[in-house]
């Protein structure tokens, strides 16, 4: 009867270590095997000419300049609704 309850033991032993091992990769930031390498990545972007790679700044920094006024109409709307909010409110 002893060897069955060494066997337990031995069983719980490499059950425990088990979870040990999968709790420590969870947390265990040395464990992940990210891919780190000094190799430069590489796409396969098609050649652009300098004037198509010219609209292309152009298209976006227009993009960009749109997204900024709609940002600060919407900034400005805000704070005026604010302001006669408060003043709708205190007076």
């Given at each position: 009867?002893?060897?069955?309850?060494?066997?337990?033991?031995?069983?719980?032993?490499?059950?425990?270590?088990?979870?040990?091992?999968?709790?420590?990769?969870?947390?265990?930031?040395?464990?992940?095997?990210y891919?780190?390498?000094?190799?430069?990545?590489?796409?396969?972007?098609?050649?652009?000419?300098?004037?198509?790679?010219?609209t292309?700044?152009?298209?976006?920094?227009?993009?960009?300049?749109?997204?900024?006024?709609?940002?600060?109409?919407?900034?400005?709307?805000?704070?005026?609704?604010?302001?006669?909010?408060f003043?709708f409110?205190?007076?």
């Amino acid at each position: 009867m002893a060897h069955g309850i060494l066997h337990q033991f031995k069983a719980a032993l490499e059950r425990r270590q088990a979870r040990k091992d999968q709790n420590d990769g969870k947390f265990n930031k040395s464990k992940l095997d990210y891919n780190t390498s000094d190799a430069k990545t590489e796409f396969d972007f098609p050649e652009l000419s300098e004037t198509d790679m010219e609209t292309l700044k152009e298209k976006i920094r227009a993009d960009i300049r749109v997204g900024k006024r709609k940002d600060f109409i919407l900034v400005l709307f805000v704070f005026g609704l604010l302001t006669i909010l408060f003043l709708f409110f205190t007076l």
